[in-house]
């Protein structure tokens, strides 16, 4: 299910991808290539609430702009669980693709990550599907959101979490 869910993501980004038939003719800018670099924190859902109470994280992004509308990049970070007694910390570290949809130069935003979340400190499991859908403003050098973050991990062990985050964009020059 897991793989179907990521294939079904992919293809639904084909169009997307197909814009730029020649990588010859990118050029990258300060306008439409910049990394992302920012903090998150939520409250744990589902099974990770049972283990612990609150999240902090660290969220990098290098983003591609297609057009003033649709870009792409690859995301990853780490999500810290602060484990309740007598669970100790565990975390999630993700591998992932993003896109996001900017319906205006300055204003809201919608977007996701879709990828491999690595679980740390948690015994006998790697990791599973990872998904963070997102909901945000931007302007040109900020982006505050509120997220969904799920990884649908080995074992039937699903790590949620919604929260909130703030990301710096750094120009490339």
Known sequence: M???ILL???LGLSPVFAQVTDMEDVEITPDNSWLKAGLTAGIPLGDASDASSFTLGADIR???LFNPNIAIGLASGYTHYFG?????????IPAAGFFRYYFTPDGLFLGTDVGYGFLANIDNNDGGLYVNPQIG?????????AYYQN??????LDLQSV?????????FK
């Open 137 to 145: 403003y931007h302007n040109r050098d900020w982006n505050f959101y």
């Open 84 to 92: 309740k007694d007598p669970v100790e910390d565990f975390g999630v």
């Open 163 to 171: 929260g909130i985050g703030i990301t710096y964009n750094i120009r």
């Open 8 to 10: 079904a993501f992919m």
């Open 62 to 64: 290098g983003q591609y």
């Open 151 to 156: 990884t649908f991990a080995e074992y039937d």
């Open 2 to 4: 897991k793989r179907l």
